[in-house]
Nanobody, 124 residues
């Protein structure tokens, strides 16, 4: 069992930056793929980024490539999402998720555990 708690969301102006954190409980955190998803009002939850357990493999949604960076610190049981050059369309609730498989996936249906989410609002 893995419990996930996100933090770091807030209100930022367009062009600004935020870093989200996701703290995980459970001794097997280092064996999970970790991902970030987001959900805007009235829209489906969409993939943002994911990273393998070793950090050696990462994938990103096209909409965030070059602006967002996912990283993890297995010693701290924490995964991060550094978000730069934020745009109003990045406004959403951001969720972290854990997947027991080995290869990062963009499919939300493959993730086993989810956090409660943190709100990110980007003003124009």
């Amino acid at each position: 069992q893995v419990q996930l708690v996100e933090s770091g969301g807030g209100l930022v102006q367009a062009g600004g930056s935020l870093r989200l954190s996701c703290a995980a409980s459970g001794r097997t955190f280092s064996s999970y793929v970790m991902g970030w998803f987001r959900q805007a009002p009235g829209k489906e939850r969409e993939f943002v980024a994911a990273m393998s357990w070793s950090g050696g493999s990462t994938i990103y949604a096209d909409s965030v490539k070059g602006r967002f960076t996912i990283s993890r610190d297995n010693a701290k049981n924490t995964v991060y999402l550094q978000m730069n050059s934020l745009k109003p369309e990045d406004t959403a609730v951001y969720y972290c998720a854990a997947d027991r498989r080995y290869v990062p996936s963009s499919s939300r249906h493959l993730y086993d555990y989810w956090g409660q989410g943190t709100q990110v609002t980007v003003s124009s």
